[in-house]
């Protein structure tokens, strides 16, 4: 199992220390991203609708499902103009049917939270992660 499957797979049961270490899932999945260049502005514009749909969105569970759906084609676009690799792509349209997996509000939810919180991890292991190649690069 790769990265993006392991992370996607802890969507339903979370666990943080596998995830977030240094050395984890998200790191060495970020330090592939960072490597083929996506820009952080790129991921911080995901990352803020997450957080928008969680402030507008959070008791309106169809209104919530919705919105996550609409982020497929989105990320597809962005692959399509070379602006993200597939594998973020994946990351989105293969973690987003498992948020969305009809069932208990309250499950969902739940799922919403990690996938958000796992985004934030994305987003810190990422800046890190550019930040560490600008001065391999400038020694």
């Known amino acids: 199992m790769n990265e993006i499957e392991r992370i996607i797979e802890n969507i339903k049961d979370p666990d943080w220390g596998e995830l977030v270490k240094e050395g984890g899932l998200i790191d060495m999945y970020s330090r592939k991203v960072t490597i083929r ?13 997450l957080k928008q749909i969680e402030l ?3 008791t309106n569970i ?17 692959i399509g103009r070379n602006a993200a690799p597939e594998s973020f792509g994946a990351l989105i349209s293969k973690g987003i049917p ?4 009809p069932g208990d509000d309250e499950e969902v939810l739940k799922r ?13 292991y990422h800046k ?12």
């Open 56 to 58: 507008t969105s959070i």
């Open 62 to 78: 169809e209104e919530l499902t919705t919105r996550l759906w609409l982020m497929v084609p989105a990320v597809k676009y962005a």
């Open 98 to 101: 498992i948020v969305c997996k």
């Open 37 to 49: 260049h996506i820009a952080t502005n790129l991921l911080r514009r995901f990352f803020d609708e």
């Open 112 to 124: 919403f939270t990690t996938f958000v919180n796992i985004f934030e991890a994305l987003m810190a």
């Open 128 to 139: 890190f992660n550019e930040e560490l190649m600008k001065k391999m690069r400038y020694r």
